[in-house]
């Protein structure tokens, strides 16, 4: 469906969906899915809710620096073949993907659709799928503005609905004059007589289009006051309108009557809540209002905005104080705001929305001023394994400066760059333990770093063979978490202090442990944070020893989706999560998982040796595993690529088909195929799929 703006586009797919026998996985975009693998985990999300997917597009997904051409897309369509219901992915304001990748990948996808699965995007441009590839073998059926014309019978309707009577001859005149538009009779149905509205096209626009500009003054805001257009004006910078809030812009009194009023005598303020404290302006008359204001008055603008930002900071919205600084442009005081209330949304759980005000920072330079913002960009980073960015914002961290006070109460930042330097366990354990007792020695009492120093310094004295001591500091550090809203950091202390519980055999203790770790990060929503690796996998062994083997699975499956973003930019919990989850997969005889797992312990211990008693612990586990493929000597031989192929054998796409997923040629997977039939001591496809299934491998 390709069409202007409020041609209603999106409330036809909302129709389609309610009254469709299918299920609808409905992704609606933004200028913020602009990245392939960001685009693609909602298109597999969605998709995943009307469908469970394999868990290995997930895998693929949550993997740092893995292809999304070569693994993720052809893992997603392989997972949509054994998709057995029909359904529908429709993905909603297309137009506002422009990245090329991206867009080949929707293309990608609209030409390698599974039998059952449709797809349906709506967009004000191209649609970037081939549809003139796809025309002549009538595959695409197209919908545009002249099918979404609204026609005399439909335009009476929405008039009705809005309270509207109007003669047959009104409703001719309008539709003539709009085109059928059906936001310019949307429009018109808020008048107190429906009147001309634009032929089209889109709002978008308006600032540039007299045509749409003289309807919405003379046919929609000519009923207004002067007023109350000059406060509908000013207030078009705000998402959200609340008595409060416009009276700080207007610095006087009385805005809740005004808005009151509007609610009460049009319609394009409405209340947001029953209590009637939040309303909005309808987003097409603000959006209007709003270029009025930056094209009139671009210095009064800005004063409102800060204005904004005031009333939002001291009124406990600090995301919506940040978005109006950004708006504003204004650098230092989005700096000044974000070192104000980071630390808070950082150990509460809310990391995403840091790191998005820390990449805007970023971006502006802003880093370099601001060590405190630096510090916990790279922290961020290395919680998400992106190393390359932790280290070169540990780099910045060094060197930048911090002329204003610490946020949390700390005397110095060098206690909070002994932090990072502790956490990112760059000199081995010996220097993590050195930096941690440093940071727990000068960090501020209250600061809501002390609890992470504390969880560092106690692993770093557990991997240094101190099991008790280590188990006092861990102790220490969930009951200081929990008591400074950290949650996640009191989480990981208390699977750390599991982990020890498991190794003197304390079962009890670590179900205990465990629970009250999945407890801490699920209340708090972090229970898709890369760290719950090492929770998920330590709480399954715990769950397998009970012989709870249904919620075991279904801890490791966790464990396994978010343990490859534990990189070598966190090496112990990178190491403590696979030796937890090969540990788990030996006792339920999953040795070809367990294999893999120990194959990515070498990889982290080759890049940072230092890790104490870890590798004692993988050298352990690697005597174990071995002993069982002495019994399985198939499993050893099997490469790299043969293990990715072997999942695709279960299905029913030819070598051709498989190929085009992988990206091999039909010959290489034959050849491949034909390697795991006799590494396998089998003859065929099925044969090979059970037999693998057998030794662990499925």
Same mark, same amino acid.
């Given at each position: 469906?390709?069409?202007?703006?409020?041609?209603?586009?999106?409330?036809?797919?909302?129709?389609?969906?309610?009254?469709?026998?299918?299920?609808?996985?409905?992704?609606?975009?933004?200028?913020?899915?602009?990245?392939?693998?960001?685009?693609?985990?909602?298109?597999?999300?969605?998709?995943?809710?009307?469908?469970?997917?394999?868990?290995?597009?997930?895998?693929?997904?949550?993997?740092?620096?893995?292809?999304?051409?070569?693994?993720?897309?052809?893992?997603?369509?392989?997972?949509?073949?054994?998709?057995?219901?029909?359904?529908?992915?429709?993905?909603?304001?297309?137009?506002?993907?422009?990245?090329?990748?991206?867009?080949?990948?929707?293309?990608?996808?609209?030409?390698?659709?599974?039998?059952?699965?449709?797809?349906?995007?709506?967009?004000?441009?191209?649609?970037?799928?081939?549809?003139?590839?796809?025309?002549?073998?009538?595959?695409?059926?197209?919908?545009?503005?002249?099918?979404?014309?609204?026609?005399?019978?439909?335009?009476?309707?929405?008039?009705?609905?809005?309270?509207?009577?109007?003669?047959?001859?009104?409703?001719?005149?309008?539709?003539?004059?709009?085109?059928?538009?059906?936001?310019?009779?949307?429009?018109?149905?808020?008048?107190?007589?429906?009147?001309?509205?634009?032929?089209?096209?889109?709002?978008?626009?308006?600032?540039?289009?007299?045509?749409?500009?003289?309807?919405?003054?003379?046919?929609?805001?000519?009923?207004?006051?002067?007023?109350?257009?000059?406060?509908?004006?000013?207030?078009?910078?705000?998402?959200?309108?609340?008595?409060?809030?416009?009276?700080?812009?207007?610095?006087?009194?009385?805005?809740?009557?005004?808005?009151?009023?509007?609610?009460?005598?049009?319609?394009?303020?409405?209340?947001?809540?029953?209590?009637?404290?939040?309303?909005?302006?309808?987003?097409?008359?603000?959006?209007?209002?709003?270029?009025?204001?930056?094209?009139?008055?671009?210095?009064?603008?800005?004063?409102?905005?800060?204005?904004?930002?005031?009333?939002?900071?001291?009124?406990?919205?600090?995301?919506?104080?940040?978005?109006?600084?950004?708006?504003?442009?204004?650098?230092?005081?989005?700096?000044?705001?974000?070192?104000?209330?980071?630390?808070?949304?950082?150990?509460?759980?809310?990391?995403?929305?840091?790191?998005?005000?820390?990449?805007?920072?970023?971006?502006?330079?802003?880093?370099?001023?601001?060590?405190?913002?630096?510090?916990?960009?790279?922290?961020?980073?290395?919680?998400?394994?992106?190393?390359?960015?932790?280290?070169?914002?540990?780099?910045?961290?060094?060197?930048?400066?911090?002329?204003?006070?610490?946020?949390?109460?700390?005397?110095?930042?060098?206690?909070?760059?002994?932090?990072?330097?502790?956490?990112?366990?760059?000199?081995?354990?010996?220097?993590?333990?050195?930096?941690?007792?440093?940071?727990?020695?000068?960090?501020?009492?209250?600061?809501?770093?002390?609890?992470?120093?504390?969880?560092?310094?106690?692993?770093?004295?557990?991997?240094?063979?101190?099991?008790?001591?280590?188990?006092?500091?861990?102790?220490?550090?969930?009951?200081?978490?929990?008591?400074?809203?950290?949650?996640?950091?009191?989480?990981?202390?208390? $699977?750390?202090? /599991?982990? @020890? %519980?498991?190794?003197?055999? #304390?079962?009890?203790? &670590?179900? =205990? +442990?465990?629970? *009250? !770790?999945?407890?801490?990060?699920?209340?708090?929503?972090?229970?898709?944070?890369?760290?719950?690796?090492?929770?998920? $996998?330590?709480? /399954?062994? @715990? %769950?397998?020893?009970?012989? #709870?083997?249904?919620? &075991?699975? =279904? +801890?490791?499956? *966790? !464990?396994?989706?978010?343990?490859?973003?534990?990189?070598?930019?966190?090496?112990?919990?990178?190491?403590?999560?696979?030796?937890?989850? /090969?540990?788990?997969?030996?006792?339920?005889?999953?040795?070809?998982? &367990?294999?893999?797992?120990?194959?990515?312990?070498?990889?982290?211990?080759?890049?940072?040796?230092?890790?104490?008693?870890?590798?004692?612990?993988?050298?352990?586990?690697?005597?174990?595993?071995?002993?069982?493929?002495?019994?399985?000597?198939?499993?050893?031989?099997?490469?790299?690529?043969?293990?990715?192929?072997?999942?695709?054998?279960?299905?029913?796409?030819?070598?051709?088909?498989?190929?085009?997923?992988?990206?091999?040629?039909?010959?290489?997977?034959?050849?491949?195929?034909?390697?795991?039939?006799?590494?396998?001591?089998?003859?065929?496809?099925?044969?090979?799929?059970?037999?693998?299934?057998?030794?662990?491998?499925?």
């Amino acid at each position: 469906m390709s069409a202007g703006a409020g041609w209603g586009k999106t409330t036809l797919l909302a129709q389609w969906a309610s009254r469709s026998r299918r299920p609808f996985a409905w992704v609606s975009l933004d200028e913020r899915d602009n990245d392939p693998m960001v685009l693609l985990s909602y298109v597999a999300v969605a998709l995943d809710r009307v469908a469970p997917l394999d868990a290995s597009v997930f895998e693929a997904l949550a993997s740092p620096g893995v292809s999304v051409e070569a693994t993720v897309l052809p893992r997603l369509s392989a997972a949509l073949t054994k998709v057995e219901c029909e359904s529908v992915l429709a993905l909603d304001d297309l137009h506002l993907i422009d990245e090329p990748r991206c867009r080949d990948l929707i293309a990608a996808l609209a030409t390698h659709l599974p039998a059952g699965l449709q797809l349906v995007v709506a967009t004000r441009g191209d649609s970037a799928i081939p549809v003139d590839a796809i025309r002549p073998q009538a595959l695409a059926l197209e919908i545009g503005a002249d099918e979404l014309r609204m026609s005399e019978q439909e335009a009476r309707q929405l008039l009705r609905a809005a309270g509207v009577e109007s003669t047959a001859q009104r409703i001719s005149e309008l539709l003539e004059r709009t085109e059928g538009w059906p936001a310019g009779i949307h429009l018109a149905s808020q008048t107190p007589e429906p009147g001309a509205a634009p032929a089209g096209g889109e709002l978008a626009s308006s600032r540039d289009d007299d045509v749409v500009a003289d309807y919405l003054q003379a046919e929609v805001l000519a009923h207004l006051s002067a007023h109350e257009l000059r406060f509908l004006t000013t207030t078009s910078i705000l998402d959200r309108l609340s008595g409060p809030l416009c009276d700080a812009l207007f610095e006087r009194r009385g805005s809740a009557a005004m808005l009151e009023a509007l609610a009460h005598a049009t319609k394009f303020v409405a209340p947001l809540d029953s209590e009637r404290r939040w309303y909005r302006c309808q987003g097409l008359v603000r959006e209007f209002l709003r270029s009025e204001l930056s094209r009139s008055a671009p210095q009064r603008e800005r004063e409102l905005h800060a204005r904004a930002v005031d009333w939002c900071a001291a009124n406990g919205q600090p995301e919506d104080a940040i978005a109006y600084a950004e708006e504003s442009g204004d650098v230092e005081q989005v700096a000044r705001l974000v070192e104000t209330f980071a630390l808070d949304m950082y150990y509460s759980g809310r990391v995403a929305v840091v790191e998005q005000w820390l990449d805007w920072l970023d971006a502006r330079g802003a880093l370099e001023r601001h060590a405190t913002l630096a510090v916990l960009g790279s922290m961020l980073a290395a919680a998400q394994g992106r190393s390359a960015t932790s280290d070169r914002l540990a780099e910045i961290a060094g060197r930048a400066r911090q002329d204003r006070e610490l946020p949390d109460g700390s005397a110095s930042i060098e206690s909070w760059r002994m932090l990072l330097r502790a956490k990112r366990c760059r000199q081995g354990v010996a220097a993590m333990r050195a930096d941690a007792e440093c940071a727990v020695r000068t960090l501020s009492p209250t600061s809501a770093h002390r609890p992470h120093a504390l969880t560092l310094l106690g692993i770093a004295t557990l991997l240094a063979g101190d099991v008790d001591g280590a188990d006092d500091l861990l102790s220490d550090a969930a009951e200081e978490g929990v008591a400074l809203r950290a949650p996640g950091t009191a989480a990981v202390a208390l $699977a750390e202090r /599991a982990g @020890v %519980a498991l190794e003197r055999e #304390a079962w009890a203790g &670590a179900q =205990e +442990l465990v629970d *009250r !770790a999945i407890g801490l990060i699920e209340s708090t929503k972090a229970d898709a944070y890369p760290s719950g690796a090492f929770i998920y $996998a330590t709480a /399954a062994r @715990v %769950a397998d020893h009970d012989g #709870a083997a249904e919620r &075991a699975g =279904e +801890l490791l499956t *966790r !464990a396994r989706l978010l343990r490859r973003q534990l990189t070598h930019a966190l090496p112990y919990l990178a190491v403590q999560a696979r030796l937890q989850l /090969a540990r788990a997969d030996l006792a339920r005889a999953e040795t070809g998982d &367990a294999k893999a797992v120990c194959g990515e312990i070498e990889v982290l211990l080759q890049r940072q040796p230092e890790l104490g008693i870890l590798r004692t612990r993988a050298g352990e586990l690697r005597r174990s595993l071995h002993a069982i493929l002495e019994q399985a000597p198939a499993i050893s031989t099997l490469t790299a690529a043969e293990l990715r192929l072997l999942p695709h054998l279960d299905s029913q796409l030819s070598f051709r088909e498989i190929g085009e997923r992988l990206y091999l040629s039909r010959h290489t997977v034959k050849s491949h195929a034909v390697s795991i039939y006799r590494k396998l001591g089998v003859t065929s496809r099925a044969d090979a799929v059970d037999r693998a299934c057998a030794l662990g491998l499925q």
